[in-house]
């Protein structure tokens, strides 16, 4: 802790120093330049005492409570970043991000990290599991995904109410209580904000088989392991999953499916996406006022 102490105190009086003091209505001072403040007024700024913000600077063996330190982190004007690594050196669990759990949208570099994929499905989720964005690798996979209200479009809903996936999932019971208990680890002490809890109580109000997992308040992390999926058109797909958090926006999850090497998988996948190509090709070649009957008729036909 003393070696954390001293971090914390020299990254203190760093942050200190380059406060414009305009910035927080602080006056000049005389002969001084417009940046840093002294001691004294962080402490007053942050509600502390100068006695103890002078020996959180002096690197002391002190401990701040939580409410300490991120007073200190808002007068400070600390980025989500540093307020993170403040938090770690006082020995604390990093913050809830304050935005949106579920963005709506992926910033469009994750979108063209996707693509950059092309023979491996990937899809982008929110913290509360809201598909934001995919790979047509993905939707040949999965073609619901394109076609689902934007309402429905999270995964674990579609999980527990969409047959298809019944179908491709050989081991669907299994994947289904391991995906819930993956939910609840994650969610954590937000499971009572929205859209976690209107997530959870439509689920309990349309699926018995969730509402079943879901009573057993079983909790698992999600790392990476082998999946199978029994693809209609080009039979079973080996694949591993892998779950990526880009540094720059924590509340979104990439989940990347990479064919098992040993396995003939990577040439299904490629035959799949040859298919999807022909099939999107000939809806393009009908007339506009076809394509949507067309369209329509087929994937109705594929649930």
Known sequence: MKHNAA???????????????????????????????????????????????????????????RQVVDSLARTLRLSHAEHVYLLSLAGYSAPHPA????????????????????DYPALAIAADWAILAW???YAAVYPNVTTVAPADRNFLWLLFTDPYLRTVMPDWEFTGVYNVASFRAEAGSRLGEPPFSDL?????????????????????????????FRHPDVGDLHMEQHSLTPSDD????LVIFTPIPATDT?????RLLEMQAVR????????????????????????
């Open 250 to 253: 924590p509340r979104v999850h």
């Open 135 to 137: 790979n047509a690798a």
């Open 99 to 118: 935005e949106d759990p579920s963005p709506g949208t992926v910033p469009a570099h994750v979108q063209r990290l996707l693509d950059a994929l092309p």
């Open 266 to 270: 990577a040439k299904r996948l490629r």
């Open 200 to 228: 959870v109580s439509r689920l309990l109000q349309s699926s018995e088989a969730f509402r079943a997992a879901w009573e057993n308040y079983d909790i698992e992390a999600l790392p990476s392991r082998e999946r199978l």
């Open 7 to 65: 971090m914390m105190g020299q990254f203190l009086k760093a942050r200190r120093r380059h406060l414009v003091r305009a910035d927080l209505g602080v006056p000049p001072i005389t002969g001084r330049t417009t940046c840093g403040l002294r001691r004294e007024e962080v402490a007053y700024l942050a509600g502390v005492s100068v006695t103890w913000y002078t020996w959180l600077e002096q690197g002391r063996d002190v401990t701040p409570s």
């Open 280 to 303: 999107l090709a000939g809806a393009q070649s009908q007339p506009r006022t076809d394509i949507s009957v067309t369209d329509r008729g087929s994937r109705i036909a594929s649930h």
